[in-house]
Antibody, heavy 119, light 110 residues
Framework: QVQLVESGGGLVKPGGSLRLSCAASGFTFSDYYMSWIRQAPGKGLEWVSYISSSGSTIYYADSVKGRFTISRDNAKNSLYLQMNSLRAEDTAVYYC????????????WGQGTLVTVSS | QSALTQPRSVSGSPGQSVTISCTGTSSDVGGYNYVSWYQQHPGKAPKLMIYDVSKRPSGVPDRFSGSKSGNTASLTISGLQAEDEADYYCCSYAGSYNVVFGGGTKLTVL
């Protein structure tokens, strides 16, 4: 069965960095576009970034452009999000999601990993 | 890119039907048939309920249906059940390498 497991979240000071990982299993990872989507505590969903199956096409939300970098390692069935220059407003649960239907959404989601940016 | 507009809350009694709207612009909802809907129970990850405006993934009950007219997409849930009580989010491709979510709607089953 399809599984997505995020890791790497934690407490970091403003201006700091963190690298999130998403381990995929149960499907051919290299065939699918993938996304990171976040949810601030008590708030709605916010799309963060999107990467094509080969990694050649990448999108970012304006709110993270220039600070976050999405990448993938198809040999390791893993998706990553490098987050630099973190701000308090980046505090959220970060989900990875598989785009199974080519509509920029997510047909499978991980359980999420919490990132807290605070001094 | 502005978030899509959803009502903050809707409610209905068991067995009734409810419709949740999602209003965008011609640059997102109106411009593409890439609208999806997600159900999220407290403390859980979102679950895909509708993709490509009106298609249902395998395993989603046919009580859930989606549609679009102009710049507004809608999710209709018929035959409401207690387990349908959750937050619902719409999502649309917005062109220019952007994806946008709605603010979310809390569905209460009375």
């Amino acid at each position: 069965q399809v599984q997505l497991v995020e890791s790497g979240g934690g407490l970091v000071k403003p201006g700091g960095s963190l690298r999130l990982s998403c381990a995929a299993s149960g499907f051919t990872f290299s065939d699918y576009y993938m996304s990171w989507i976040r949810q601030a505590p008590g708030k709605g969903l916010e799309w963060v970034s999107y990467i094509s199956s080969s990694g050649s096409t990448i999108y970012y939300a304006d709110s993270v452009k220039g600070r976050f970098t999405i990448s993938r390692d198809n040999a390791k069935n893993s998706l990553y999000l490098q987050m630099n220059s973190l701000r308090a407003e980046d505090t959220a649960v970060y989900y990875c999601a598989r785009d199974g239907y080519g509509d920029y959404g997510g047909d499978y989601w991980g359980q999420g990993t919490l990132v807290t940016v605070s001094s | 890119q502005s978030a899509l507009t959803q009502p903050r809350s809707v409610s209905g009694s068991p067995g009734q039907s409810v419709t949740i709207s999602c209003t965008g612009t011609s640059s997102d909802v109106g411009g593409y048939n890439y609208v999806s809907w997600y159900q999220q129970h407290p403390g859980k990850a979102p679950k895909l309920m509708i993709y490509d405006v009106s298609k249902r993934p395998s395993g989603v009950p046919d009580r859930f249906s989606g549609s679009k007219s102009g710049n507004t997409a809608s999710l209709t849930i018929s035959g409401l059940q207690a387990e349908d009580e959750a937050d619902y989010y719409c999502c649309s491709y917005a062109g220019s390498y952007n994806v946008v979510f709605g603010g979310g709607t809390k569905l209460t089953v009375l």
